[in-house]
């Protein structure tokens, strides 16, 4: 599923494209494309027509389009394999094209939700006095927003009886983290994910916190993470932070620090890779 830095190279691409233009005509072409919009794809079509486009926003891995005079937002969840792309008008249909936007303008150009999987989808929402879709106003603060409040962060892990790994996956507390760039951060902060996080310093969460938002920034210099043709932007070009993780994939392989052979755990329906060197596992009291 894609990631903080994944969704925030899609979300750069809409601003480029699509802010600013009003919506001529939607098509769904799947009901499960808009099954999280529970009045269904009629009401959303119908709705979503003559809206203009605001300039798109994330938080975490979330991302939506406020439109504009409606007080509401177009969000957008990718799901598994969900691909947002701004494609020209006569461009050959996509053979999992889902949704089908178009705007107003002579740009000749249109706006494409294909999903393969169909656990993704678009819906809309009212707004927040802060501008969030209602529906994520849950949702915290990711570590690369300035307004991100790094000791409340270490306070709320302090009073968590809880793993670092599901802290960093918990979006409540961060948002924007996942499976691959959690196991990156832990090993690059030489933390085994199984470590409590009451037993974290403030020192040890600023250097994790550090971490998380190098590999952050890092992936998004490269374009996000890619291990198959499923996550591209909105372009249709894949990101390929992948040659470059540390962690993440490489059972097997030598830990680029120490030598050792990396491992795999199975770890809440997902996998969790380390080094059994420079991550020890806690001690059993």
Known sequence: MPELPEVEVVRRGLERWTAGRT???VEVLHPRAVRRHLSGGGDFAARLRGLRFGTAMRRGKYLWVPLDEAESSLLGHLGMSGQLLVQPEEAVDEKHLRIRIRFDDALGTELRFVDQRTFGGLSLHGNTPDGLPDVIAHIARDPLDPAFDDTAFHLALRLRRTTVKRALLDQSLISGVGNIYADEALWRSKLHYERPTATLTR???????????????????QGGTSFDSLYVNVNGESGYFD???DAYGREDEPCRRCGTPMRRRPWMNRSSYFCPRCQRPPRVS
């Open 23 to 25: 919506v001529e005509d």
């Open 203 to 221: 020192p040890r969460t600023a250097e994790l916190l550090g971490h998380v938002r190098d590999v952050m920034r890092e992936a998004l210099d």
């Open 243 to 245: 040659r470059s993780l």
